[in-house]
Each structure stands twice: as C-alpha cells, then as structure tokens.
C-alpha cells in the first residue's frame, strides 16, 4: 500500500505518523460516537509516544526525521518547518563529516611503507612555523590558513556540494524502491550511503522477526526434527532470499516436494 518495498523502512514512521494525526485519525462530523472516541484516544497514544517533551522523546525525533529525509521518497520533510529542515541537514553533515574524518584518518602512511637505505638522510630545507610566519607578516593570520582548517573547510564543502545534489535529484515516486535508488546511485553519493546506513539499519516493525519465526517453523515441523541448526538456518535463508515480494506463504505439503527435489521455492538467488 504504501511502497513496494518487502519489509517498511524506518524512514517511514514520521510520514506515516504525520498521516495517522492529520488525517486519518481526525474525528469527522459523519463519524459514530464510539469511532470518533478509538480515533482520540489512538491519537492520544501516538502523540505521547513521540512526544518532544523529554530528551529521549527529541533524540527519537532527531533520529527519525534524519532516517526519514534520506529517503529520495520524503526527503522534502513538508511536516517539518524551515528550521527543523536545516537542524536535520546540519546533523547529517556533521556526521557525514565525521566519517570522512576517520576514513581519512585509517589510511596507511606512505612514508611507514617506504623501504629503508643505507644513505644518510638528506637536509630538508628550513620551513617556517606558521607562529613566526604570523609575526613576520600580521596579514599571515587573515590570508595564511593552516593545513587542518583547509583540510576542514575542504571536507565541509564536499559534504555540502553530495548533499546539495541529493537535494537537487528528483523525489522519488512512492511506489519505487529508495533501497535501489540508493544502489544505483552510489557513485554520485559516495558519503550519504554510509550515514544511511546508521540509520536504516534500525527495522521499523517487528513483523521481519517474527515472519523469520514463522518460516523457521515451517521449515522445522514434526517431519524434519532432526535438522542440524546450522542446516536450519541456510534453508531459512535461502528460502527467504528466493522468494518474490508478494509471494505467498507456501503450504507444508509444499515444502516437503521442496525438500524432495519436486520444486523450487522461486527463482534461484544470484
């Protein structure tokens, strides 16, 4: 109903939020008494839960609105105001900062890898600190910058112009995967991806977990008891990964042909 993705991401719990408190959960002049009284106190619910009132309450919203503008499919953010919007791009730069800070930082030294001689070394030519520099020349300290606020304000401006041009592409359609959008857009996005990663890790429902549950048991019944764990867990997977999106859950009749060699479970996994 709402994406065409198997599992909901949790870039959609402030949109889908958004819907339930403004439109859907709104008490209508046509609605019976008892409808209009599960409609409040649902909202009620909702709007305590994610409140902002503690600071638990405002790093969940911090983390969801970020979750939720990552995603090309609501990455406008029309619920938030013009201030909230430039709090959740800040936030993401800084991270996205902060990981480049560290790939930079887990490099391997050049000079640690170079190969030893027996000649002795030759006299580097005198440099000047920058500290003598500034009180040769007072204009050192306007102009002068040092390596790392270069390094700095190079790393800023490269998080600015990747997420300018996030911003710059289309919105994506609401029945497109933003799982494969970002896929295929690697490239452009070198850095993005990783924040994304930190958040959308995080699954929005607890549905995949017991659907697992669901099909371990399927796969584990009375005929089958005497499967090796390990076993059960590559049979789990594999027919997790094989099957399409709306693929419906297979009967235990079938599984049995399955295990047998009579049929697959859907198209092979690459």
């Given amino acids: 109903m709402f994406t065409s993705c198997r599992y909901p991401t949790i870039s959609m719990v402030r949109p889908v939020l958004h819907m339930l408190l403004n439109t859907t959960l709104k008490v209508n002049e046509g609605d019976l008494k008892e409808i209009g009284m599960a409609k409040e106190v649902i909202a009620k619910v909702l ?26 499919r609501y ?4 619920f938030l105001s013009t201030q909230e919007r430039s709090k ?4 993401i730069i800084e991270e996205a900062k902060a990981i480049l800070e560290k790939q930079i930082g887990e490099r391997p030294c050049v000079e640690d890898f ?42 800023h401006a490269q998080v600015v112009e990747e997420l300018s041009n996030y911003k710059s592409q289309r919105v994506l359609g609401l029945n497109e995967d933003p799982l494969l959008w970002w896929s295929s857009h690697a490239l452009l996005f070198p850095t993005l991806p990783k924040v994304l990663q930190k958040y959308w890790c995080v699954p929005a429902t607890s549905v995949p977990c017991h659907r697992l549950l669901s099909s371990s048991g399927t796969v584990l019944c009375g005929k089958r008891n005497r499967i090796a764990p390990a076993l059960v867990d590559h049979q789990v997977f594999l027919y997790e990964n094989s099957r399409s999106y709306y693929e419906p859950e297979p009967c235990e009749d079938d599984l049995d ?11 092979p996994v690459e």
């Fill in 88 to 91: 959740v791009e800040s936030n």
């Fill in 47 to 72: 709007s305590s839960t994610y409140s902002q009132n503690t600071q638990l309450s405002q790093e969940i919203s911090t983390f969801l609105n970020i979750a939720t503008f990552l995603d090309p």
């Fill in 114 to 155: 170079s190969v030893a001689s027996d000649a002795p070394p030759s006299k580097k030519p005198h440099r000047e600190s920058a500290g003598s520099a500034t009180q040769e020349n007072p204009l050192a300290a306007i102009f002068c910058q040092s390596d790392t606020d270069q390094s700095q304000e190079e790393l």
């Fill in 257 to 267: 042909n399955v295990w047998e060699g009579n049929c697959s479970l859907g198209p």
């Fill in 75 to 78: 990455k406008k953010l029309p």
